[in-house]
Structure formats: structure tokens, C-alpha cells
T-cell receptor, first 114, second 114 residues
Framework: AQKVTQAQTEISVVEKEDVTLDCVYE???????LFWYKQPPSGELVFLIR??????QNEISGRYSWNFQKSTSSFNFTITASQVVDSAVYFC???????????FGTGTSLTVIP | GAVVSQHPSRVICKSGTSVKIECRSL??????MFWYRQFPKQSLMLMAT?????????EQGVEKDKFLINHASLTLSTLTVTSAHPEDSSFYIC??????????FGPGTRLTVL
């Protein structure tokens, strides 16, 4: 069965610190997709990244970086030099091959303190 | 990326009334749309999958007579919460599938039932 675990419920960091949000997933599919979304207080989900199961290359986008490790079924997200605007709830999600079903983790609430 | 809108963004209604929420894909046609529900400080839970021109598929535990879904066109799906009660108060989010394995999420509708 598919499952996404985000063990960190809440994290607080001081501005400019680096922070890593953990995501561990379970799936029996050999083909799957992993996602990260940001949900600010407004509620709207903001897409951050999609990664397919065959692409284990790490990705960097500005202050954001993602570390995909199939061996440990993890897809961790790091924010470098955090800013107050990064404060939000971050969701990791897993999609099955057909794209019909998204499995969301329980989210990590990040607070960046000025 | 593609745009999905929801209307209304916020609704307050009295217990026993019905509320309709619209989900529109603004710049693409979506044969499949999804409805999610999110309680405060919780994750998104898939309620149902809406296919254009056919009946929606509901997840286990979701009352189909309570949450009526209509996907009458390739750009519009509606969710009607019938005879709403305070426990139906939640944040409802729709998404539309654009391509294989790519979904775009709407901004959400916050429903409060008094």
C-alpha cells in the first residue's frame, strides 16, 4: 500500500538557518512520482517539484534543493538560508503511475522566526 | 502552469442548507478532476474522482448522497454539500488532471456551517 510519512509535525528555525524537511514513502509500484507542495496560510497549494522514480538526480532551485534516495525511500527537501516568507505547511506526496491517486503526507509546519 | 479556479473561495451557511462549490480548469480541458477535503492542521484526503460525462468515484467512507459531484463539461466540476452540518465545515480543494500524472490544484474553498 502507498504511504507517505512526514515525521516532523512542526519545525521552527531562525531566519537564515538551513532546514531540511523529511519525507519517507512506501509503494509497491516501480514507477511512481513524488511531489512537494507548499501551503501558505491562504490555503492554496503551491507546486514546488515533481520527480519520477527513475530520476534520482538531486535538484536545486534557488534556495531549495531536493535529495531523492530510492535506497531509503526518502525524498527530503532542504531550504537554505530560510526566510520568513518560507513559513508555511509543506506536504510531500506520492502519485501512482496512472496519476489518479495522490497520497499526501501529514505535512510539516515550518515557522521561520525573524 | 495550468490554472484551476474555485468558486466561492469562502462560504458560510446555516445548518441544513446545501452549498455548491465550482471547480474550473481555465486554460485546459480536464477529463478528470478530483475533490479533496482538509480539516484544520491535517492533510488532504481524497474524497472522490470526477470523470466528465460519468458518475464520480467516491473514496471509502465518503457519502455520495451527501457530497454530490457533477462533471458536466471538460472544464467544470461541481461539488454540492447537501444538508450541510457543522461537521462538514472544512477546506475543500479540487484539482484537475492536465496530463498523465500532472494535477493542478485550485485555491480551495473554506466552508463554515453554523
Amino acid at each position: 500500500a502507498q504511504k507517505v510519512t512526514q515525521a516532523q509535525t512542526e519545525i521552527s528555525v531562525v531566519e537564515k538557518e538551513d532546514v531540511t524537511l523529511d519525507c519517507v514513502y512506501e509503494t509497491r509500484d516501480t514507477t511512481y512520482y513524488l511531489f512537494w507542495y507548499k501551503q501558505p496560510p491562504s490555503g492554496e497549494l503551491v507546486f514546488l517539484i515533481r520527480r519520477n522514480s527513475f530520476d534520482e538526480q538531486n535538484e536545486i532551485s534557488g534556495r531549495y534543493s531536493w535529495n531523492f534516495q530510492k535506497s531509503t525511500s526518502s525524498f527530503n527537501f532542504t531550504i537554505t538560508a530560510s526566510q520568513v516568507v518560507d513559513s508555511a505547511v509543506y506536504f510531500c506526496a506520492l502519485s501512482e503511475p496512472t496519476g489518479n491517486q495522490f497520497y499526501f503526507g501529514t505535512g510539516t509546519s515550518l515557522t521561520v522566526i525573524p | 502552469g495550468a490554472v484551476v479556479s474555485q468558486h466561492p473561495s469562502r462560504v458560510i451557511c446555516k445548518s441544513g442548507t446545501s452549498v455548491k462549490i465550482e471547480c474550473r480548469s481555465l486554460d485546459f480541458q480536464a477529463t478528470t478532476m478530483f475533490w479533496y477535503r482538509q480539516f484544520p492542521k491535517q492533510s488532504l484526503m481524497l474524497m472522490a474522482t470526477s470523470n466528465e460525462g460519468s458518475k464520480a468515484t467516491y473514496e471509502q467512507g465518503v457519502e455520495k448522497d451527501k457530497f454530490l459531484i457533477n462533471h458536466a463539461s471538460l472544464t467544470l466540476s461541481t461539488l454540492t454539500v447537501t444538508s450541510a452540518h457543522p461537521e462538514d465545515s472544512s477546506f475543500y480543494i479540487c484539482s484537475a488532471r492536465w496530463t498523465y500524472n500532472e494535477q493542478f490544484f485550485g485555491p480551495g474553498t473554506r466552508l463554515t456551517v453554523l
